[in-house]
């Protein structure tokens, strides 16, 4: 079927096709530079357009979905009230559920950060002999780094999440955290599956597709000698880890291999199991806008003659939570509604933020793990305060983004450039007569007053955009000539009484 | 210090202020009525398949549908499959079931949702290594919405439990809906009162 | 906030308004100004222009430049105490004024102006109730712009994402003006992209959103954009006249105060 693979940078045989955009450059110690990034996507129409309809159209069945719960409102609320009391008493919760799944026959692991995520993870690999591992998509193993470093101690990973499987394939990150390969087209899985797993070169039919991964994969489900899962939440009352998927790759992967791992964040803890009739009706609504996900799986405890392993990790968490503004970020459940309401990751696309997580939430919790690297990210926004609205926790996205911004420059982590426009803006601003003097007509306003802008050397305002036309006069000098120092002027007309 | 320790003792220290822990109220007051239509509408938008009882005998129907598949297994008593289930087997081997056939624990009116456990199973990778998988599903084994069934005892006394809400299903590429994913590429309910 | 309507009648005082313009309005937009000050001149208000003011200092605190922005929130602060209530024709100011002035130390006056700075909608919709405007007549397809400050920071209206019942002020008082047909775009709540200083630091997502918004209101058969935030006005402006379109912009107040353009 597959003749010669082609590699990335070898001519494809429809030439003029739009190529998919890759992501911000890695910044190395710099800064990830989203605005760069973001202006290549945009410089994709196709692959743009495609984008911002399909995760907006995906924000439409959100709210279609919300409309049909009167108590929406209600169950976000709640949601939040629970998650707020949880990561309050997080350390007892903790301990209530290490105590609740050791009863069950679960092994618990505790991982301070990636590496040590990593290495726990590879040793329960060998202590068990297994050298291939299926797993279900999970971000923290992402965040983490996890595959990298298993591949390059030996272990054979496979995803078994189609978005994942895709881009796992093209050794590209996920761009999304609920659907990782949306910035592709067909056509693009097209080329990856052909050079990856053999299938017809230039055939796109997305059957095809979709089925060629099901066979291909599941040969190395039925084989592999470990099962990897995430979590969405866990509970402390039983114990029990609740994963949700709509392809059922998570019950295949914690299901047929006699080793089931689970990969979750200390902060996934609900109390108890009725909490979750308030999270599990939110999430898919807000993910998806599908009431469900197809499988909503509850392990409570390993099946006969199987073993079950969780890793609790922490990663930068426990830190967070001491964090004033930005604590309440580890409310999260990772559904993504933030990022397809965000005007502006729908036209950058995720992998223009450099990290696992991109979109509203992205900005508040990437800075948390390298403050410098992700310094910009809290530019990357207007601050309209869509994401904070469609948050099925309630988390105050766009007032954490506009947080951020201030340590940052706290932090003297703004571009010198931009720190010295607006010191020059806040001295001009603060002086009435250097003020007036600066905008006395209209033309001498360009030049002054979007002062922000002027430190730029490319005009980014008047690329894209006319400048705003002079008046003529000011209002300050209309006021002056028309108003000032008469008695009252006379008004054009009176409200009826 | 082990990093359990470490852990424990970070979030300790940075815990914030203690917040109450809400009641979660059931939301069920006047969405009692008619659960099996509600459940069919929510299920089949799912992209679930609603079979038909038989008159006289219920399961005529289905029995002529298993008629050409292959490997049937069954694990109700109402319908013979064409192999039993060895539970001493990986779950590995059923990946040539054709048609699985199991009872749910319960559904859930609300989201159109059957559950399903250990159980129900025998084993658990039945209900995804299966090309089709069918459910029948007692009209009074469903509850109103998810808060009724969070409460049902299942929860804490099976290892497994599962929401099956309709087949396996992706829009991974471009959006377009696929139905066998990974696992069953149809689900099919029989509303059929356990006997 | 808000004290009872016509409190000041009872005391025989006239309420006495100080006009904030902000500093785009002032250079770029000055109709904008004067239709604010006559419009409100029109309910026997006792209307003033301080004029030593600048701006409410939230270029540099969008910017995370909170240091640098403390001496224009004192001089906005100095300029306005004076006065019953200030009102401004720009969403995004009084959302700065209201929601995020805390550069500077929280003293009774600054926290009294904070309170009594109120956009124009919310002004004429919340403190005069005002019931008509029998001057106004816009004879013209009208797309409405919500500027997310307006929208979610100073709730002028409901946002599509809330499950919470419909309103929006300024609906309900363009709807009073004779002869104005509104058009819905697909997508009436999304950014138009300005942002403030995010219109220059990410120049290319900030004029694709522009574009798209314009073309939103053009598709559903808009003549006119009608906003409360100029500098959304601005930002649309710019983008539409670089593409050639045939879009108008206009400011709520200039309708309200009896514009026919």
């Not at chain 1, 469609?390 to 932090?411: D, G, S, T």
């Not at chain 3, 405007?133 to 409901?158: D, I, M, Q, Y």
Request: negative net charge.
């Amino acid at each position: 079927m597959n003749e010669t693979p082609h590699s990335p940078g070898e001519a494809r045989p429809r030439a003029a096709r739009e190529a998919q955009p890759k992501g911000a450059a890695d910044p190395g110690k710099g800064r990830v530079d989203h605005a760069e990034a973001a202006k290549r996507f945009i410089a994709a129409p196709e692959h743009l357009k495609f984008h911002d309809e399909r995760l907006w159209d995906i924000r439409m069945k959100r709210d279609r979905q919300m409309h049909a719960i009167p108590e929406w409102e209600e169950l976000r609320r709640l949601a939040s009230a629970i998650k707020d009391h949880t990561l309050s008493h997080l350390d007892t919760y903790l301990e209530q559920f290490e105590a609740a799944a050791k009863a069950n026959g679960v092994h618990v692991h505790w991982a301070k950060d990636g590496a040590e995520h990593n290495a726990i993870v590879l040793g329960l690999l060998r202590d068990h002999g297994a050298k291939t591992l299926i797993k279900s998509k999970s971000m923290l193993t992402e965040e983490c780094g996890m595959r990298q470093a298993l591949v390059e101690a030996g272990i054979e990973i496979t995803e078994t999440d189609l978005g994942e499987r895709i881009q796992q394939l093209d050794a590209e990150a996920p761009s999304h955290i609920v659907m990782p390969a949306v910035h592709k087209l067909r056509r693009d899985v097209s080329d990856v599956f052909a050079r990856t797993l053999g299938t017809e070169q230039g055939n796109d039919d997305i059957h095809y597709l979709a089925e060629s991964q099901r066979m291909t994969t599941r040969p190395l489900i039925l084989e592999a000698d470990a099962g990897m899962t995430g979590g969405n939440f866990i509970i402390a009352e039983t114990g029990a880890v609740v994963v949700c998927t709509n392809e059922g790759n998570a019950d295949l992967s914690a299901n047929t291999p006699k080793l089931h791992i689970v990969s979750v964040g200390i902060e996934k803890l609900l109390p108890r199991t009725s909490d979750l009739g308030v999270f599990i009706r939110l999430l898919s609504r807000s993910a998806l806008g599908s009431p469900i996900t197809q499988y909503t799986s509850h392990f409570r405890s390993p099946r006969a003659g199987a073993e079950m392993h969780i890793v609790l990790v922490d990663n930068g968490r426990s830190t967070r939570l001491g964090m004033p503004e930005f604590w309440t970020s580890l409310k999260c459940i990772r559904c993504g509604a933030c990022m397809n309401t965000c005007p502006v990751y729908r036209r950058s696309g995720g992998l223009s933020y450099g990290f696992t997580y991109a979109g509203p939430i992205g900005l508040v919790i990437d800075p948390t793990f390298d403050k410098h690297k992700f310094s910009s990210l809290p530019f990357a926004s207007t601050l309209n305060g869509s994401c904070t609205n469609v948050c099925p926790v309630k988390i105050n996205l766009h007032e954490q983004i506009y947080a951020w911004r201030a340590v940052m420059a706290e932090n003297h982590e703004l571009p010198f450039a931009k720190k010295t426009a607006m010191a020059a803006a806040g001295a001009l601003l603060a002086s009435p007569r250097l003020f007036r003097a600066a905008i006395a007509t209209a033309d001498q306003a360009l030049l002054s007053l979007p002062r922000f802008a002027q430190y730029n050397a490319l005009n980014a305002w008047g690329k894209g955009r006319e400048n705003p036309r002079g008046a003529g006069q000011t209002f300050h000098a209309w006021w002056a000539k028309n108003r000032a120092g008469k008695a009252k002027a006379a008004a054009p007309g009176k409200q009826p009484s | 210090m082990s990093s359990r320790d470490t852990i424990l003792n970070a979030v300790r220290a940075n815990r914030p202020a203690p917040v109450d822990l809400p009641d979660v109220p059931l939301f069920g007051e006047g969405r009692d009525d008619d659960l099996l239509g509600r459940f069919f509408t929510a299920f089949k938008l799912m992209g679930g398949t609603v079979l038909e009882l038989g008159d006289g005998d219920p399961v005529a129907p289905l029995r002529a549908r298993l008629g050409s598949a292959g490997v049937v297994v069954s694990r109700v008593p109402e319908i013979a499959g064409t192999r039993d289930l060895d539970l001493t087997l990986p779950p590995s081997s059923l990946a040539d079931v054709d048609i699985a056939i199991v009872r749910a624990a319960f559904g859930v009116a609300e989201t159109g949702s059957i559950a399903l456990s250990e159980r129900e199973l025998g084993v658990n990778t039945l209900a995804y290594l299966a090309q089709h998988l069918i459910v029948l599903l007692d009209p009074a084994d469903i509850v109103i919405n998810l808060h009724h069934a969070y409460r049902r005892p299942e929860f804490a006394r099976s290892r497994y439990l599962v929401f099956h809400t309709g087949p396996s299903a992706t829009a991974d590429i471009e959006g377009v809906l696929i139905h066998g994913a990974q696992g069953v590429r149809s689900l099919s309910i029989l509303p059929l009162p356990r006997e | 906030m808000a004290r009872d309507m016509n409190w000041w009648d009872l005391t025989g005082n006239t309420m006495r308004v100080g006009l904030f313009v902000p500093c785009y309005i002032d250079a770029f937009f000055p109709r904008v100004g004067i239709a604010t000050l006559e419009l409100l001149e029109r309910f026997d208000l006792d209307v003033d222009y301080p004029f030593d003011q600048t701006c409410c200092g939230q270029p540099m605190a969008n910017s995370g430049c909170q240091a640098e922005a403390a001496a224009t929130e004192r001089l906005f602060v100095a300029n306005f105490r004076d006065y019953d209530y200030v009102v401004c024709p720009s969403g995004s100011c009084v959302h700065h004024v209201r929601s995020k002035f805390d550069a500077i130390e929280q003293t009774p006056d600054v926290t009294a102006v904070r309170s009594k700075t109120f956009e124009l909608v919310e002004f004429l919709h919340d403190i005069l109730k005002v019931e008509a405007f029998p001057w106004a007549s816009f004879p013209h397809k009208v797309g409405l712009h919500n500027g997310c400050g307006s929208l979610r920071g100073l709730h002028h209206a409901r946002p599509s994402e809330l499950n919470e019942p419909f309103f929006s002020k300024p609906l309900d008082l363009l709807q009073k003006v004779d002869g104005i047909e509104f058009v819905t775009p697909t997508r009436p709540d999304e950014c138009c992209g300005f942002g403030g200083t995010f219109s220059v630091f990410e120049e290319a997502v900030s004029v694709k959103m522009g574009q798209d918004k314009v073309a939103d209101h053009t598709k559903a058969g808009a003549d006119y954009i009608v906003s409360a935030d100029t500098s959304c006005l601005m930002h649309q402006q710019g983008c539409a006249e670089r593409d050639g379109s045939k879009m108008k912009f206009i400011h709520i107040a200039e309708v309200l105060n009896g514009a026919r353009q």
